[in-house]
């Protein structure tokens, strides 16, 4: 059955048109992913900026038509942090309406079994103790899963966007920085004990944890056949964060694997990464492409 699922992030919108059967993805037909930034500046004033919401409804209406184009009857549209935090959500909400594109602003405990039910598509994650984590623009979310079945889901106030509002990433990351940036993070985290869960094995989603796996493998284009599944020791993580914070921003650009847009956000993200694992007490983390986008559209397919 063919099925369409929008993620309204904070940092990108990502559209997925999929062959959907018994909860699992057969053949992706169509994606799309189109950074928009749309909750920058947000933690500042507490608004969507006017030029970040016509962009964003820009990109949606054109994955409207695409959805239109193919016939789809079965699709969602799904909202995370930055809608839900917004002061003026309703403007964009407004925006969206004239267009006949009506969306869902979910919570984090929901965007959280979303992204288990993306994974379980793509992972075998049935046998383990395992530590789901989703880094986004807006927030992370935290996800344990106890042979199979989610047994706890936290949502953090970390995001990308966010920490790239609060800490200048556009030029070479000195220590002092990365050190301010890791106690952040150390701080937020520290709301979350994992002493009591026994984490066997970790399982990052979203940009910052797919952008990691194709620079280790030098991805020139991007498969998420190769990403799915692909493990990362946590040395090499931090190779990769050392490597990128000592460019200028310039230089990051031409980086195999980065993806435009995300040069300076992808420091932060790491940052984040790393601490999750640490407080996991995990030394390697298993990537998936599949996520919140792939929950979206199954749960499209099951309406």
Do not use: W
């Not at 994606?31 to 500042?44: K, M, P, S």
């Not at 959805?67 to 549209?77: A, T, V």
């Not at 026994?198 to 989603?205: L, N, Y």
């Not at 007490?281 to 792939?294: L, P, W």
Request: glycine letters at 8%; proline letters at 0%; aromatic letters at 6%.
């Amino acid at each position: 059955m063919l099925a369409a699922g929008i993620d309204i992030g904070s940092n990108s919108f990502r559209l997925i048109i999929a062959d959907v059967e018994d909860d699992k993805i057969l053949k992706i037909v169509h994606e799309e992913r189109t950074i928009t930034r749309l909750a920058e500046g947000l933690i500042e004033c507490g608004r969507l900026k006017k030029e970040n919401i016509d962009k964003s409804v820009k990109v949606l209406s054109s994955y409207k038509k695409k959805i239109d184009e193919l016939g789809i009857d079965k699709y969602k549209f799904i909202a995370t942090s930055a809608v839900r935090e917004a002061e003026n959500a309703s403007v964009f909400l407004d925006k969206l309406a004239k267009k006949d594109i009506y969306i869902s602003v979910i919570d984090g405990k929901y965007e959280g079994m979303l992204t288990f039910n993306g994974v379980n598509a793509a992972i075998d994650i049935s046998e383990e103790n395992v530590l789901i984590f989703d880094i986004g623009g807006g927030s992370t979310e935290l996800i344990f899963v106890e042979n199979g079945k989610v047994k706890t889901v936290e949502s953090t106030e970390l995001g990308v966007v966010k920490l790239s509002n609060l800490y200048d990433f556009s030029g070479i990351v000195d220590g002092k920085t990365i050190k301010k940036v890791e106690n952040h993070v150390k701080e937020v985290l520290s709301n979350f004990d994992f002493s009591e869960e026994v984490v066997q094995k970790a399982v990052a989603t979203a940009g910052t944890a797919t952008t990691v796996a194709a620079i280790d493998m030098g991805l020139a284009d991007y498969d998420y056949r190769k990403i799915n599944g692909y493990t990362i020791d946590i040395s090499k993580i931090k190779s990769i964060l050392k490597e990128l914070a000592g460019m200028p921003f310039e230089e990051r650009t031409s980086v195999t694997g980065l993806e435009k847009g995300r040069e300076d956000l992808i420091i932060g993200g790491i940052i984040i990464m790393l601490g999750i694992l640490n407080i996991a007490g995990i030394n390697k983390v298993a990537i998936s492409d599949f996520g919140v986008r792939e929950g979206i559209v199954i749960a499209a397919a099951n309406n």
